[in-house]
């Protein structure tokens, strides 16, 4: 038996990429709510699929930006959001449930995902959208989300990304700033391997950042993340690291 677990995911049902090979090399799948990517047909698909791989399905909600792909900020009231993110879950969960599936969890995608880091508005609207549907937030450490989350009782999945760069105070470097995406995949192989043993990850800057973390994100719109997927898993086994839900 390992001493070393890890979950591994990647975004799905977005239209890009090749999600079944993913689902292959995966334990956790963020499937799209049709909000940012995905129409009903691709996701119910996705959803079947992640069943037969023996894959756990989350809900990853967006805001309603179907044309920047959910990448833009938008300041959307608070009840207007926890009515977007209510609607997007219980669409997925009846995907799902159709096919003998169910959600496990919801991850916030994008603009979302990164304006909750710090916007406590919008992280209280998707913590109450969470807490509503009775399911653990999938988020990153140390981010709003994850504070008002743990003071409302809810389960964390403590996230880190594979193929992102990371600033110095450990969030994300914008996709539009250099280093934002870490292309190599024999390096995001060994900062998986690092990130798990270590508890570390390397900055943009050359400093160290501590992070606590469940599941790690393999984006699969990210050019070559099929062969990166595979080059983690390797790797991981190699270290003698188990790969499943944690």
Do not use: W
């Amino acid at each position: 038996m390992p001493s070393r677990v890890i979950d591994l995911n990647a975004d799905l049902g977005e239209g890009v990429g090749d999600d079944p090979a993913m689902l292959e090399l995966v334990t956790s799948a963020n499937v799209a709510c049709g909000f940012h990517a995905g129409t009903p047909s691709e996701l119910l698909s996705t959803c079947r699929e992640a069943v037969a791989a023996g894959v756990r399905i989350g809900a990853q909600v967006s805001y309603p930006d179907l044309a920047g792909f959910g990448r833009r900020f938008m300041d959307v009231a608070p009840a207007d959001l926890l009515a977007d993110l209510t609607y997007q879950i219980g669409a997925l969960r009846a995907l799902a449930e159709s096919v003998g599936g169910a959600v496990e969890y919801v991850k916030p995608h994008g603009a979302l995902y990164n304006a909750i880091v710090h916007h406590t508005v919008q992280a209280g609207a998707v913590v109450d959208a969470v807490a509503s549907a009775g399911l653990p937030l999938m988020c990153l450490p140390g981010s709003e989300a994850e504070r008002l989350a743990l003071d409302a009782g809810l389960g964390v999945i403590r996230e880190a990304f594979a193929d992102r760069g990371y600033t110095a105070a450990g969030t994300l470097v914008p996709r539009s700033e250099p280093g934002a995406l870490v292309t190599d995949p024999d390096a995001v192989a060994a900062r998986v391997v690092d990130l798990v043993q270590t508890g570390r990850i390397l900055a943009v800057d050359g400093s160290t950042v501590e992070v606590s973390v469940d599941s790690v994100c393999l984006h699969g719109d990210t050019p070559g993340a099929v062969e990166h997927a595979r080059r983690v898993r390797t790797a991981l086994a190699a270290a003698g690291i188990g790969v499943r839900t944690r």
